[in-house]
């Protein structure tokens, strides 16, 4: 056994797998605990077999960046290691993301509730964006969310490096529903405002309980972000017909934010607004967004800990009370996470998925009646 | 008005052509089965809808091979299909099956009046194949947890599948039906225990459906209750303001402004009750989120939590650099980099932080410098 493998078989006694909580097509995702302190934490198992030439592209991600990342707001990769010819990420473990938040009709959002969202995803993608890093796959399903309230960008897997001149990236990336028009017209250069058009839509989403611009198409994507915000016009966003996949899509007229967002207050609908600026180069920066108002103004925004929380995470976070009934409390505390059954895309609820496949032809039926 | 109901009756008269039957040159879209009777006859066969009824194939290009009756003639025509899947109209059956069995008029197979069973698919090979699949499902039901490992249930799933492929094509019929006999008696009781357990899957989903229906039924109810109930009340208003203005000698207009201001509240009280539910829950979750507001004070906003831009007065910006590597970028104006947001004073960004990052951080203890 050599240096490496001693090393490798030490770190890999750190952890212990407990139990089986999802499964996508890259990795499947187990809860653990930390041999030593007995913390919860999640990890990440990459199938590396079925990569025919070496890693899978978003598990190299998401060590490379999330390794450098150390940041409350960021989701913490705790360790690295492999086991026979897996590579298995030890994470935070995280109770819930804002998806299930949002989708859990039991809660009552209040207008401080999102102001404290906003504010810790703001923080967390400055964070990234100062260290040159995009994420670019912003969505309510990747912010996850700790006991304590924190809420945590995850899901590195599609991030990279920015800022490096004459290289092109991909504009296949970010969720349909978040990609911003400048990568739906095709732009293989572009800047951290992508991430920003993201936060825009999960802002939106998180007042309006159900997602702003839900696309079924790339195409229809272009077409239902227009008829919200208006056809851009040359004046708007220069140069945009320039764009490798420019067609146009009709003309829509602009109609302001205040139609659709009837309760939010001036300053809510202005960060709003200015996430989601056709111009890429006029789209407000993370770091300005902090110093927006809308921060600023009353109510202030909520305590992390005050935060809505769904009945899972309540459950879990009662149990780990009584498990540790001598926790420090002012430590980062037991953290946990857990995945959500599919973090790949959203699902109809399960019932009708269910009958759907119940209604088919059964042969194995007796014939007549 | 006139021509409103001309319209109507137009698109009554498409509807009913539609639903009477097709003529031949129609899209095959209207030759998909409709259907057609409910079915509770001695024929067996058939696929059932969700609803459990027969759907039966139906057109109006119908025709008997063996008596060449055809719908034009007998509009009532019903054609079966014989266990041999060739068709033929029910009169020809009674014809021909009423006194015993007898031979097919078409294939000569011996065939007897209780084994014809409605035509669900216009192709008769898709019957045939479908009530063999029915067969086959019924004796191998075995599932995936049956077998230790993946691999010997696809080796079980393929052999199912040559036999069925045998059985539809007609290939060794009997070497088939002696592979399938000894399947059943060496896996009786398996296949028994598999039929238990998909009745009572299929047992459970019914008796799901119809809990659902029965809530649907007793919210409808509710719902027609209370309009007969807010009719009843607003009749009741009517009939006292129109006493009212008989008995008292008040002014009638103040007594009819009265009494409407009367109606008024009432049904804001109606929809408030009707609400209610509602109301109540969410006026229950903002109490509850307000209380725990209370506990923990909430903070003013800081927009950065940590000291990083202290870093910012290591160095400034210049307003250009020379920089071939970018040279691209800067000439580009107006075009595709513009538009897609990208900044070349991002990449000078990048490098002079790089460059500065370093200074004044203390070398961590214990290292040896390299």
């Known amino acids: ?30 809860q653990g605990r930390e041999a030593a302190t007995g913390r919860k934490v999640a990890i990440k198992k990459i199938k590396v077999g079925q990569f025919k030439d070496g890693l899978d592209m978003s598990a190299v991600r998401e060590v490379k960046y999330l390794k450098e990342l150390a940041h409350q707001n960021v989701i913490a990769l705790l360790d690295v290691f492999s086991s026979k010819t897996n590579l298995n990420l030890v994470l935070e473990f995280l109770d819930t993301d804002l998806e299930m938040i949002i989708k859990d009709r039991s809660l009552v959002f209040l207008p401080a509730d999102i102001k404290s969202w906003m504010a810790m995803t703001f923080r967390g993608l400055e964070f990234c964006h100062r260290n040159f890093v995009l994420h670019r796959d912003l969505k309510p399903n990747n912010l996850l969310i700790a006991s304590d309230g924190q809420l945590k960008l995850a899901d590195f897997g599609l991030a990279r490096d920015f800022a490096d001149p004459g290289y092109k990236m991909t504009c296949q990336v970010i969720t349909r529903w978040y990609r911003p028009p400048e990568l739906l017209f095709g732009a293989r250069y572009y800047s951290t405002a992508v991430d920003i058009w993201s936060v825009g839509c999960i802002f939106a989403e998180l007042m309006l309980r159900t997602p702003y611009l839900p696309g079924e198409s790339d195409m229809d994507q272009l077409k239902t972000t227009f008829r919200a915000l208006g056809t851009p016009t ?18 829509f007229p602009k109609t302001p934010l205040r139609e659709l967002f ?34 600023f103004a009353l109510p202030y925004p909520s305590h992390p800990s005050k935060l809505p929380k769904t009945a899972s995470q309540l459950a879990a976070s009662r149990m780990a009370e009584e498990a540790e009934t001598n926790v420090d409390m002012n430590g980062p505390g037991p953290a946990v996470k857990a995945a959500p059954p599919n973090r790949l895309k959203r699902k109809m609820s399960g019932d009708d998925i269910g009958r759907s496949v119940a209604r088919k032809l059964d042969f194995s039926q007796p014939a007549a009646a | 008005m006139s021509s409103a109901g001309r319209s109507n009756a137009g698109g009554w008269l498409r509807g009913s052509a539609i639903r009477k039957g097709t003529s031949s040159n129609n899209a095959s879209r209207s030759l998909t089965p409709q ?11 058939g696929v059932k809808d969700p609803s459990g009824r027969t759907s039966e194939f139906f057109s109006m290009d119908d025709q008997c091979p063996v008596c060449k009756s055809d719908r034009y003639l007998n509009p009532k025509l019903r054609l079966l299909v014989s266990s041999c899947y060739h068709k033929m109209c029910e009169s020809c059956i009674d014809r021909l099956f009423t006194l015993g069995p007898a031979p097919c008029p078409i294939c000569n197979k011996i065939l007897r009046k209780l084994a014809f069973i409605p035509q669900t698919f216009e192709d008769l090979s898709v019957e045939k194949e479908v009530s063999v699949r029915r067969r086959i499902a019924k004796e191998f039901n075995k599932r995936r947890e049956d077998f230790p490992i993946l691999r010997v249930y696809n080796d079980y799933l393929e052999m199912v599948e040559d036999i069925t492929f045998n059985l539809i ?38 008796e799901q459906e119809e809990a659902e229906k029965r809530e649907r039924q007793l919210r409808a109810d509710e719902l027609r209750r209370a309009e007969e109930e807010e009719r009843d009340a607003r009749e009741n208003e009517r009939r006292e303001l129109i006493d009212s203005l008989e008995r008292s000698d008040a002014d009638a207009a103040r007594l009819v402004r009265r009494s409407r201001a009367d109606a008024l509240k009432r049904a804001a009280a109606r929809t408030a009750a009707a609400s209610q539910a509602v109301q109540q829950s969410s006026a229950m979750l903002l109490r509850n989120r307000a209380a725990q507001s209370s506990t923990v004070p909430d903070v003013p906003h800081v927009p950065l939590q940590d000291d990083w831009y202290a870093y910012d007065d290591k160095y400034t910006m210049r307003e250009t650099y020379v920089d071939p590597a970018s040279e691209a970028v800067r000439r580009d104006r107006e075009g595709i980099m513009r538009a897609g947001g990208y900044r070349v004073e991002e990449a000078w960004e990048r490098a002079l932080r790089s460059a500065v990052a370093g200074l004044e951080v203390t070398p961590l203890v214990g290292l040896e410098p390299s």
Request: with cysteine.
């Open chain 2, 35 to 45: 259907v057609h009777s409910t079915s509770s006859t001695v024929f067996g066969g």
């Open chain 1, 262 to 295: 009837t309760a939010a207050t001036a300053d809510t609908l202005n960060l709003l607004g200015k996430c989601l600026i056709y111009e890429p180069r006029k789209r407000i920066s993370a770091k300005e967004a902090l110093s927006h108002p809308y921060f």
């Open chain 2, 169 to 206: 094509n007609d290939i060794d019929i009997p070497e088939t039906e002696a592979r399938i006999a000894a399947y059943r008696k060496e896996n009786a009781a398996l296949t028994e225990l598999n039929t238990q357990r998909d009745q009572a899957y299929v047992q459970a989903l019914k």
């Open chain 1, 234 to 251: 040359e004046e708007d966003w220069p140069g945009h017909t320039k764009l490798p996949d420019y067609v146009p899509v009709g003309q």
């Open chain 1, 1 to 30: 056994m050599d240096v490496v493998e001693k090393a490798n078989a030490a770190r890999q006694k750190r952890w212990t797998k407990d139990r089986k909580v999802g499964e996508g097509t890259y990795a499947v995702v187990y």
